[in-house]
């Protein structure tokens, strides 16, 4: 079975702190994404990685950074966290045009 | 610039009833692809149901179905014989064959079903 997981289910940080978010996947995947997922606002792009060390900024990409060393692995960091990155954090992967499998999520809370 | 609209934030269906989800987007490109995706309260988010854009057939899995008119930019998800496991946030998203690696999401529609 095809699986994305996602290091945390819930974090709970506090302003200032540097926070990583890891996401691995099993499905030899070249394109992997970061999203935040808001009550209304759906699901926003953060950045995404079409192959290893390859990276774009997504539609909000203030304050975060990505690193993908190896192809199963894509990390989002958050340099110093602040009350608005409170958010759900969702990963995902995709093969070239198919659908995105998606990881379970991490709920961030930053205090 | 490319957008997807879903215009029901929520919506309730008595189970074994029928209740479609509506989904408009907006693009300049003749070819893409559009997904109808299931995110169940605390759970993953999973693939109901995919169409391309060139096909004219409308896709089906099961009791999913789609209304997939290009000149309209419309894709409706019909479910069919709810059933309570189908309450779930559902989001519509579009992502062009080219140019870029981006899907574009709607604001989803969170969908009641009734015993």
């Known amino acids: 079975d095809v699986k994305v997981t996602q290091s945390s289910r819930y974090l709970v940080k506090r302003t200032g702190e540097k926070v990583f978010l890891e996401c691995v996947q099993d499905?030899?995947?070249?394109?992997m994404f970061w999203y935040r997922q808001d009550p209304g606002l759906g699901l926003r792009l953060i950045y995404f990685?079409?192959?290893?060390?390859?990276?774009e900024k997504g539609d909000i990409p203030e304050g975060y950074s990505v690193s993908r060393e190896k192809k199963e692995r894509f990390s989002l960091i958050l340099e110093s966290a602040s009350t608005n990155q409170t958010s759900m954090y969702l990963c995902?992967?995709?093969?070239?045009?198919?659908?995105?499998?998606f990881g379970p999520g991490t709920r961030l809370t930053v205090l | 610039a490319q957008t997807v609209t879903q215009s029901q934030p929520e919506m309730s269906v008595q189970e074994a009833e029928t209740v479609t989800l509506s989904c408009t987007y907006d693009?300049?490109?003749?070819?893409?692809?559009l997904f109808w995706y299931k995110q169940p309260p605390s759970r993953q988010m999973i693939l109901v149901i995919r169409?391309?854009?060139?096909?004219?057939q409308n896709a089906t899995e099961n009791r999913f179905s789609v209304n997939f008119q290009k000149a309209a930019k419309s894709f409706s998800l019909k479910i069919s014989d709810s059933q309570l496991g189908d309450a779930a946030m559902y989001f519509c998203?579009?992502?062009?064959?080219?140019?870029?690696?981006?899907?574009?999401f709607g604001t989803g529609t969170r969908l009641k079903v009734l015993a």
């Open positions: 499905m030899d995947h070249e394109n």
């Open positions: 995902a992967s995709s093969l070239l045009h198919n659908e995105q499998f």
């Open positions: 990685s079409y192959d290893v060390k390859m990276k």
């Open positions: 169409q391309e854009a060139y096909k004219q």
């Open positions: 998203a579009y992502r062009p064959t080219s140019g870029t690696y981006k899907y574009i």
């Open positions: 693009t300049s490109e003749s070819d893409y692809y």
